[in-house]
Structures are given as structure tokens and as C-alpha cells.
């Protein structure tokens, strides 16, 4: 059986996940420890996750996961892209991984399993500028700077399994950015967008991160 080996925070894992969830293709989902150097090294080359083996076969980036999984049969990916949508994807960005990263770094992901798993993380990822403590105290900034962004992204969506009406590439990366927003509590999903992630989670077969937002 094919292998995908991943960080269960990471939003480019998500993305590589979702094909085979979509595609109803079993595989086995490894999630190595976040300060792991040598066995992602080994594979290919350097630190990164999500990596595709297969055969014996190694193969990273996300988006070519997907393409190389959803071109084995009927590809589920053929509707077209929309620029709004990867608008709203790159306007909500950084505004959603800064909240994102301090909760990501205190919850409970098998790849910080060990201390220095969760130090590694926190060494590479935190500003020393902007402590992950002080954004985590600051839930006003978090939910006013994410909430307007979800309001509008509910304009953008067509059909609840898929934002452009037909299932695409702005499915794969608009689900794994809702699943990044997730991790943050008490955020407003308005209904289209609350369907839809709904729908996604279901038909993919991977959740949110509900239970453990923080
Ligand atoms: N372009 C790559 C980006 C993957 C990526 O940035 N992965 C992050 C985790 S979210 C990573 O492995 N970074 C190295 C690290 O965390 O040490 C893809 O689309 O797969």
C-alpha cells in the first residue's frame, strides 16, 4: 500500500491527503516526529513533509502528490480554477498562520509527541518579537482579524463539495486553509462556508481540528 508521510498540522499534508480521501485510494499515513531530520532526508534530500512513497518510489510536494494521485484512474480534479479564490487564499494568509502557529505549537499532534519534537517547532517557528504566549492571550485580535475574512469568503462558494461548482485545485487548497483556521476557537462560520467545510471533512475523511481548537 502507498505511504504518505506527514505532520498532521501541516496544510501541505492536508492537501496531499485529501486526493486520496477524495479518490476513495487506501494508503498508510505515517506522521513522523517534527524534529526527524534524517528519515525525510533519506527519502528526498531534505526536511520536508508531505513525502509519497510508493514502490520504494519517493515523492515530495504537495501539489504534485495530488496531480500524480489523481491522474491514476478517473481524475475527480476537473473543474476550473477561479482568481478570486486564490485571492482570498493569499489575503487571509498571514493574518491566519500567525494565529495559527502558536496553537498549532501547544496542541496535541502526534509530531510533537516528545519534548524536543515540540521544541524544534517552537525554535523555528516563534518570532521572538511576537511570543506564541502573546498571541495566544489576544483572542479579540485573533477572531477580528479572521472572522471578517470568513464572512467573506461565503460569497465565493458555488455548491457545498465544491467551491467552484465542480471539484478543482481551489478545493485542495481552500480546504486545507479552512482546516488551518479550525485550530482557532470561537471563530464565525457563516453557512455556506460551514457546509462546505463540513462536506470536505466528510468526503476526504480527514477532520477538523474542532476538538482541539484553542
Ligand atoms: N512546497 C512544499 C512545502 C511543504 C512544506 O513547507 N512543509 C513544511 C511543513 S508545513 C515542512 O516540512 N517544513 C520543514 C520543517 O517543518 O522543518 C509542498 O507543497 O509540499
Known amino acids: 500500500m502507498p505511504t504518505l508521510y ?11 491527503r485529501m486526493i486520496f480521501g ?23 534530500g531534505r526536511k520536508m513533509v508531505p513525502i509519497f512513497e510508493r514502490d520504494g518510489q519517493y515523492m515530495p510536494e504537495s501539489l504534485d502528490i495530488v496531480a500524480r494521485i489523481d491522474a491514476d484512474g478517473t ?3 476537473t473543474g476550473a480554477r ?3 479564490v486564490a485571492q482570498w487564499l493569499s489575503r ?11 496553537r498549532a505549537a501547544v496542541a496535541p499532534f502526534p509530531e510533537f509527541a516528545t519534548t524536543s519534537a515540540r521544541a524544534y517547532f517552537l525554535t523555528n517557528k516563534e518570532n521572538p518579537d ?10 479579540k485580535t ?16 458555488q455548491a457545498p463539495d465544491a467551491v467552484n461548482g465542480t471539484l478543482s485545485y481551489d478545493d485542495i487548497d481552500l480546504f486545507a ?17 460551514e457546509t462546505y467545510r463540513q462536506t470536505l471533512s466528510k468526503r476526504t475523511g480527514i477532520p477538523l481540528l474542532d476538538a482541539i481548537a484553542i
Open 6 to 16: 506527514v505532520y498532521e498540522h501541516c496544510p501541505f499534508c492536508i492537501k496531499a
Open 22 to 44: 477524495l479518490k476513495n485510494i487506501p494508503f498508510h499515513l505515517v506522521t513522523l516526529l517534527n524534529d526527524d531530520v534524517d528519515t525525510p532526508t533519506a527519502m528526498v
Open 75 to 77: 481524475p475527480v480534479l
Open 82 to 84: 477561479r482568481p478570486e
Open 92 to 102: 487571509t494568509g498571514s493574518a491566519l498562520y500567525r494565529q495559527f502557529l502558536p
Open 130 to 139: 511576537l511570543p506564541f504566549s502573546a498571541i495566544l492571550k489576544d483572542r
Open 142 to 157: 485573533a477572531l477580528d482579524s479572521l472572522n471578517p475574512l470568513l464572512a467573506e469568503l461565503d460569497a465565493l462558494i
Open 177 to 193: 486553509q479552512l482546516h488551518s483556521f479550525s485550530i482557532v476557537r470561537g471563530l464565525t462560520y457563516t453557512g455556506k462556508v
